[in-house]
């Protein structure tokens, strides 16, 4: 038996690479990076993200009650780090990237291999960042041909 370290032991968590994008109420878009999401319910199916509450996309989420998730492959190393620079405007981080829109108008990467959006159901902030609760409505493989990735695999972390 080690000694406790409650750290050491929570960053052995194995997380997917995510961009969570979102849509400002004058519909300028965002994307971030992110890795703590995961599907919460089957009936209704529901995925909750955990979003530092002072961000631009908690400010985005909470105004218009929408976001995506695009699960990103392998490979995307340097566009998770730009993903995860602070935005300053609401376009920035999308600048020169390629997506789509469907119901929600929440981006779609081009360079993800799977995406779903989600209406945002409820919300809660137990610590310093907001969970919000969102029902998935629309979801599908690709665009991009491939595999998810885990943050262990592309030599990123975000835990402790
Ligand atoms: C690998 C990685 C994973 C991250 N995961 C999360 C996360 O799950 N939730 C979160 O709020 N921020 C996460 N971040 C930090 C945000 O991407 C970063 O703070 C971003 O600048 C916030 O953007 P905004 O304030 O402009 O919306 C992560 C960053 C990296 C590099």
Redesign the pocket.
């Known amino acids: 038996m080690t000694d406790s370290d409650p750290s050491a032991g929570i960053s052995k968590a194995v997380y997917g690479?995510?961009a969570v994008g979102s849509l400002a109420e004058d519909g300028s878009k965002?994307v971030?990076?992110?890795?703590?999401?995961s599907q919460i319910s089957f009936e209704p199916r529901l995925y909750a993200?955990?979003?530092?509450s002072?961000?631009?996309?908690?400010a985005n989420i909470k105004s218009t009650g929408v976001f995506s998730i695009n699960f990103m492959p392998g490979g995307t190393h340097d566009l998770?780090?730009k993903?995860?620079?602070?935005?300053t405007s609401g376009e920035g981080r999308l600048e020169g990237v390629e997506f789509a829109t469907h119901e929600t108008g929440a981006p779609i990467l081009k360079a993800a291999v799977g995406w779903i959006e989600c209406r945002v159901l409820d919300s809660n902030q137990p610590g310093d960042?907001t969970v919000f609760f969102g029902e998935v409505i629309d979801g599908g493989e690709g665009p991009a041909e491939g595999d998810p990735t885990t943050?262990a695999a592309i030599d990123?972390?975000?835990a402790g």
């Open positions: 690479l995510l965002d971030m990076t992110a890795n703590w999401g993200i955990a979003v530092q002072d961000s631009h996309t908690a998770a780090l993903f995860a620079a602070h935005s960042h943050l990123l972390s975000y």
